[in-house]
Each structure stands twice: as C-alpha cells, then as structure tokens.
C-alpha cells in the first residue's frame, strides 16, 4: 500500500516526547485511583489549536512569573491576611506531597512541552524562561498543586472557597500565559486537584 508523505510527518511528530523522567517518592495516593485520561495525540488538530491559543494569549504578568517556582506564599500570604491560621511550611509540605502524584504522572505520560511541538505544527512559540518547566507537559503541577491546596483549604475555611479557587485559577493559568502548558494540561490539573484535595488534608 502506498502511503501519503502526512502519515510519516504524523509518525515523527508523535514519537515525541519530552525526555528524561524524574524521579519521584511512592506517590500518596495510588494513580490507579486517580482519574487517567490521556492527552490529545502531537499530530492532532486540539493540539495545534491548544498551541495557537498559548501563542496568542496575553503576554505573562509579573504575578505569573513569580510564581513559578514558588505558589505557596501566594496561598499563605492570601490566608494570613484573611485570618487563616495554616502556614507556609505546611502549604509546602502538602504541595510536595501532591508533587509525588505529579512527576508519576508526568513520566507515565511523558508528553512534550508546547515549544517541543510548536514548529512542527507551524507555529512561531516563545516560550518564557521557566525555573519549574524541567519535567513532561501532562498535567500541569501548577494546575493540580494549587488547586488542591484550594479544594483542602476550602474544607478548613469554607467562607474563603471562592478567593482560593480565583487564585488556584489565576496560578494554573500563568502557565498558559508563559506558553509553557496546553489548556489540557491545565484542565486535566485541575480536575486531579480537585480530586486529591478531597482526599488529602493539610496538616
């Protein structure tokens, strides 16, 4: 059977990944326990119009770039000056925990960064520099970390749930802003926060 030029363009563009795994501790909850979706294959078309649409977004804030090593001021700042007593060190503690459920993920997944895929699918991506953006694309740590940290905040401090998802939100979407994430990885980040902070108290 002869076979168009596109179907080797496709091959090529879906044997890519984004490289070395990392290493991570026995995740606290089991993955099999998590909802697995899988992300939208290189070559699809959601994938380059997910990429269109990072490129086209509004340049990165001041907000986005100082947290992207670092979300967990952000949060204990917010909680400190509404009167919440849970602090910094164990917002971190809790987010490393979840950072165990992320990097499994991310290496089982192991999807490439938009800039890995951006020229193949013609598209000119400037991605900012990132301190964090060293593992897989799929799912976003700053997607699921922070809105975790919203969903089990919102359990201790019910009458702050709307203030903590607007800043979970506003910390996944910088990711987009810096073209460093899909809108999948956001969503699908979002929807494991949600589920893990549930599951998973800050203590």
Known sequence: MIRDFSDFINESINDINYGEKRDHEQPPIALDELPLIDPPANSSDQTKQEIEEINDMPKATSFDISNDKNFSDTFAEYLAANN?????????????????IVIALKNHYNRPRPAQLAAHHGINLKAYPSKSADTA????GHSVQPFAIATALSKEYPELKD???????RIAKGRMRMKIHYRSD??????????IGDRLSIN
Not at 137 to 140: E, I, L, N, T, V
Request: charged share 35%.
């Open 137 to 140: 694309s799929y799912p976003s």
């Open 84 to 100: 919440g007593s849970i602090t910094e060190d164990q917002l971190k503690r809790y987010s490393k925990k979840i950072k165990h």
């Open 186 to 195: 956001y969503e699908y980040g979002k929807l494991l926060g949600k589920k």
């Open 163 to 169: 203030g903590l998802f607007e800043l979970a939100d």
